[in-house]
């Protein structure tokens, strides 16, 4: 359903926007009920969501740690819920276990219902423009990591690579 | 490490709405100073100085002709930028993909209710 728009307002902000065919209280639950939120928050293939703790109030925390099935590496990331309004707006703060970059994330999603689809938009604020690089280096290079173990998986077995 | 923060610079650069137009005015073409200040309700130094920027970032250069010291777009190092970025959209539309599955799923469940 529709194509995802990354996009950087400012030189703190990354801004995602797309659109999904569903009611918005439904994509909101796929955002705050853990059982949920583990089946798709996975970040590259090859990586699964062993912890998905939110306590979704005001004030209440999350914690969510991925881990690498091939290497069993970690990446923790957690923070404080500052705004909720079901089923349109929540406002948390977001910082990784090992944070390489000052400072914390102020993340913002908001969903707009209309006609049954919802358009998601989730913008990302950093404390400078160096920390908003930074996160977006991570995706790139744990993605590029991805997919040289898929590669490598691929020429470990020829017959999968030439079918 | 030099390379990321280039890179860093360039995303500054592309921070700017008027900077990104001048990116796309020079994705068609080269053009000189005064041509590109034309479209922009601004002053020539006030374009230099944007210029100056998208130069030291590596955007783009200045042509051969002397004369009208035409700018042209540094393509290499916009499609290094852009699939940086390219790379993050992937990585997320990966998660959104199995969000599609989910809410699927999740429609299907409360159609059965709702029945």
């Not at chain 2, 035409?70 to 290094?80: D, G, I, M, V």
């Amino acid at each position: 359903m529709g194509q995802l728009k990354v996009t950087m307002p400012s030189d703190r902000e990354i801004a995602m926007t797309r659109v999904f065919d569903a009611p918005r209280k439904l994509v909101f639950d796929a955002h705050t009920k853990p059982e949920l939120v583990r089946r798709w928050l996975l970040g590259p293939p090859g990586w699964s969501m062993p912890v998905c703790e939110m306590d979704l109030r005001v004030g209440g925390k999350y914690r969510w740690v991925w881990r690498s099935d091939s290497d069993g590496s970690t990446m923790g990331i957690g923070g404080v819920y500052r705004e909720i309004v079901a089923p349109e707006r929540i406002v948390s703060t977001e910082r990784f276990d090992e944070a390489w970059y000052p400072g914390e994330g102020l993340n913002t999603l908001v969903l707009v219902e209309e006609g049954g689809r919802t358009t998601l938009t989730q913008t990302m604020r950093y404390q400078s423009t160096e920390a908003r690089d930074a996160v977006l280096k991570s995706g790139m290079e744990k993605g590029v990591a991805a997919s040289y173990d898929r590669l490598a998986e691929l020429l470990a077995s020829p017959s999968e690579a030439t079918r | 490490m030099v390379m990321h923060a280039s890179l860093d610079a360039t995303f500054a650069a592309l921070a700017d709405p008027t900077r990104r137009s001048i990116l796309t005015r020079l994705a068609s073409g080269e053009a000189s100073v005064a041509e590109l200040a034309r479209p922009f309700a601004m002053s020539q130094p006030a374009i230099s100085k944007h210029l100056k920027v998208l130069e030291r970032a590596g955007l783009i250069r200045r042509g051969r002709d002397a004369q009208r010291r035409p700018r042209r777009l540094e393509p290499k190092r916009l499609a290094e930028a852009t699939e940086w970025l390219e790379r993050y959209r992937r990585l997320w539309e990966g998660n959104y993909q199995r969000l599609d599955a989910l809410l699927e799923e999740l429609k299907t469940k409360e159609r059965k209710w709702d029945s």
